[in-house]
């Protein structure tokens, strides 16, 4: 059973910077694909980043692109969610999710595509 924890989350000003980390644990396959979705009050779980296995390659949503990077640790099983210039519309639930397989780019953004999740963490970026 894989089990997936987030951590680093919290409160931040406008403008500042965090990086929230994402450890599987559990497991004996290497994930296909790890993606960062988010989800504000009210509103549906949406990708931010997401990385695939082998080159490394990152994809994000526009809305984050230049700030938001992914990265991973293969040796430590960890994956990172590194947030710069942050701004309260930034403001959500971050959710870590991991797919066994090598997904299509399209896959990538749709939260159907990943058998697991860890449970969530708040950040919040103050006006």
């Known amino acids: 059973q894989v089990q997936v924890e987030e951590s680093g989350g919290g409160l931040v000003e406008t403008g500042g910077s965090l990086r929230v980390s994402c450890a599987a644990s559990g497991g004996t396959f290497t994930p296909g694909t790890v993606a960062w979705f988010r989800q504000a009050p009210g509103q549906a779980r949406e990708f931010v980043v997401g990385?695939?296995?082998?080159?490394?390659?990152?994809y994000s949503t526009d809305s984050v692109k230049g700030r938001f990077t992914i990265s991973r640790d293969n040796a430590k099983k960890t994956h990172y969610l590194q947030m710069n210039t942050l701004n309260p519309e930034d403001t959500a639930v971050y959710y870590c999710?991991?797919?066994?397989?090598?997904?299509?780019?399209?896959?990538?953004?749709?939260?159907?595509?990943?058998?697991?999740w860890g449970q969530g963490i708040q950040v919040t970026v103050g006006s």
């Open positions: 999710a991991i797919s066994s397989k090598y997904l299509i780019v399209s896959a990538m953004y749709s939260p159907d595509a990943y058998d697991y």
């Open positions: 990385i695939r296995r082998g080159t490394g390659t990152t």
